[in-house]
């Protein structure tokens, strides 16, 4: 069977889509986007979740019924809000941050979006904090650096609970996932090959049942069996 080519829209309509898709199913509530628009006014990078994708991980982790989560990678906040409105009121998000400033700022936004009981933010080097944290977790979310996904993914096998979901932003990596890594920018050539290390561990280990959401730029979620 030949694979029958898939209904390539014009970026015009793309970015209708995306509007629709927004304005139609996603609930971000004036709170979490003003997190966005502080985070730019203080010159942090704009690598946050896009609004769907926000919206996509809260659904996800709804649907898993996640009380007790770990969150790689912080920045704001903003994708924190989306968990920690999913979770129970006695659920838990405990989120690992290496920057002290983007921590301070991420706590900050969570006291004001009401998540300060929730939501525990951790400073250091997330392997340093990873090493010392025990116990089974109902949810890995990883959203760092991308050469670390693998280190991450090993981690996160040995504490997801059975049913446990493991989830992962920049699954697509910008669109270079598909690049030979010798073609890509050196900057991103190492981001690029462990990206498709972490994709490629992922799909063909079978303790997990996996799929990438291509919503933004590729929202990889994973069921621990």
Same mark, same amino acid.
């Given at each position: 069977?030949?694979?029958?080519?898939?209904?390539?829209?014009?970026?015009?309509?793309?970015? %209708?889509?995306?509007?629709?898709?927004?304005?139609?199913?996603?609930? &971000?509530?004036?709170?979490?986007?003003?997190?966005?628009?502080?985070?730019?006014?203080?010159?942090?990078?704009?690598?946050?979740?896009?609004?769907?994708?926000?919206?996509?991980?809260?659904?996800?982790?709804?649907?898993?019924?996640?009380?007790?989560?770990?969150?790689?990678?912080?920045?704001?906040?903003?994708?924190?809000?989306?968990?920690?409105?999913?979770?129970?009121?006695?659920?838990? *998000?405990?989120?690992?941050?290496?920057?002290?400033?983007?921590?301070?700022?991420?706590?900050?936004?969570?006291?004001?979006?009401?998540?300060?009981?929730?939501?525990?933010?951790?400073?250091?080097?997330?392997?340093?904090?990873? %090493?010392?944290?025990?116990?089974?977790?109902?949810?890995?979310?990883?959203?760092?650096?991308?050469?670390?996904?693998?280190?991450?993914? %090993?981690?996160? *096998?040995?504490?997801?609970?059975?049913?446990?979901?493991?989830?992962?932003?920049?699954?697509?990596?910008?669109?270079?996932?598909? &690049?030979?890594?010798?073609?890509?920018?050196?900057?991103?050539?190492?981001?690029?090959?462990?990206?498709?290390?972490?994709?490629?561990?992922?799909?063909?280990?079978?303790?997990?049942?996996?799929?990438?959401?291509?919503?933004?730029?590729?929202?990889?979620?994973?069921?621990?069996?």
């Amino acid at each position: 069977m030949t694979d029958r080519p898939y209904l390539i829209f014009p970026e015009t309509v793309q970015r %209708d889509l995306t509007h629709y898709l927004r304005n139609t199913f996603v609930d &971000e509530s004036p709170e979490q986007k003003q997190i966005n628009i502080d985070a730019a006014r203080q010159s942090l990078p704009e690598i946050s979740l896009r609004p769907e994708e926000g919206w996509l991980l809260y659904f996800l982790v709804k649907l898993a019924r996640v009380k007790i989560g770990v969150e790689i990678g912080t920045l704001a906040g903003y994708s924190a809000s989306w968990i920690a409105r999913a979770l129970p009121d006695d659920g838990k *998000l405990i989120c690992l941050e290496v920057d002290s400033h983007h921590a301070s700022i991420a706590n900050n936004n969570m006291k004001r979006l009401g998540f300060a009981d929730k939501v525990e933010i951790m400073v250091g080097d997330a392997r340093d904090t990873l %090493d010392g944290m025990d116990g089974h977790f109902d949810m890995v979310f990883i959203d760092a650096d991308k050469t670390s996904y693998p280190y991450y993914l %090993d981690w996160a *096998l040995n504490h997801l609970r059975s049913g446990g979901l493991l989830l992962a932003h920049n699954a697509f990596q910008n669109g270079l996932i598909v &690049e030979n890594p010798e073609n890509v920018e050196e900057q991103q050539r190492d981001s690029t090959r462990a990206m498709q290390e972490f994709n490629k561990r992922v799909a063909e280990d079978e303790r997990l049942t996996s799929i990438i959401m291509p919503v933004g730029d590729g929202l990889l979620a994973a069921i621990m069996d």
